[in-house]
């Protein structure tokens, strides 16, 4: 069986951090907001009030004491508690191709690589920022690469699908180099209202290089040994934003 290494990674960084006290203080003040506004139903017994949350509290529930995000003001607005990002138009590289990109060249210099020499791009993450055309294809056509290029969600294992993905087709032969890339940008579907997860996630872009021994360059590579996936289905994650929501009418955003 063809040898096939990892020969290259590379790492997007959002410039921003938000740290636990900041956050703790914006969802406070929101808590606070909200709490003023439905006194009455609160009052009544109508409705729960809100609890606030704290950095003790935050630490001991994740470890996690600060997070990169890609805009930090809007997710920090007790009035809007999400980040605010501006439309682009179609011509324009979107935001999650952008931060991809950035990550993928990276990979692409750390495994001597040129973006004509990848034949496949896999855009792997737990949303995407459109169903179609895939983010994989815009990626590909910023780097240069040939080839094909498609999207891959499997919530938070996408990456690990990913790359299963890719060395098996370097193995089977149908691509000889491939560009893994993982753009997380969970800040804005993570709900920052809610005090049980709202610290959980920040944004991120990850890339990864998978090619044959043979062809690989770069000083540093890491041969993958074997690949082995399992899933099982469960209700304690789940996201049930979708295109069919709008044709809910019981949702109050339905419309």
């Not at 495994?111 to 169903?131: F, I, T, Y």
């Not at 041969?223 to 009418?249: C, H, M, P, Y």
Request: hydrophobic share 45%; glycine share 8%.
């Amino acid at each position: 069986m063809r040898p096939v290494v990892i020969s290259g990674t590379g790492l997007y960084r959002p410039p921003h951090v938000i740290t636990n006290e900041e956050l703790v203080v914006a969802f406070n003040a929101y808590v606070e907001r909200e709490n003023a506004a439905h006194a009455g139903e609160i009052a009544r017994g109508e409705r729960a009030a809100l609890v606030g949350s704290s950095v003790e509290f935050i630490e001991k529930a994740s470890g996690i004491r600060q997070r990169y995000v890609l805009d930090k003001a809007g997710v920090l607005d007790p009035a809007r508690m999400r980040p605010k990002f501006a439309e682009r138009p179609d011509e324009q590289l979107s935001l999650m191709a952008e931060i991809a990109v950035d990550a993928s060249r990276k990979a692409l210099d750390a495994a001597g690589k040129a973006g004509a020499e990848v034949d496949a791009v896999l855009c792997a993450a737990s949303n995407m920022q459109r169903a179609y055309p895939a983010m994989a294809v815009e990626i590909q056509q910023a780097i240069g690469a040939g080839g094909y290029g498609f999207d891959m969600n499997v919530a938070c294992s996408s990456a690990t699908f990913a790359l299963e993905q890719a060395v098996n087709a370097v193995r089977s032969g149908s691509a000889r180099c491939v560009l893994v890339v993982n753009p997380e940008i969970t800040s804005g579907h993570l709900e920052w209202k809610d005090r049980d997860c709202h610290f959980i996630f920040g944004d991120v872009a990850t890339a990864t290089i998978v090619e044959a021994a043979d062809t690989a360059t770069s000083a540093d590579q890491w041969e993958v040994l074997g690949t082995k996936l399992a899933t099982q289905f469960s209700n304690n994650i789940r996201n049930n934003f979708g295109f069919l929501n709008r044709s809910e009418d019981a949702r109050p955003t339905s419309g």
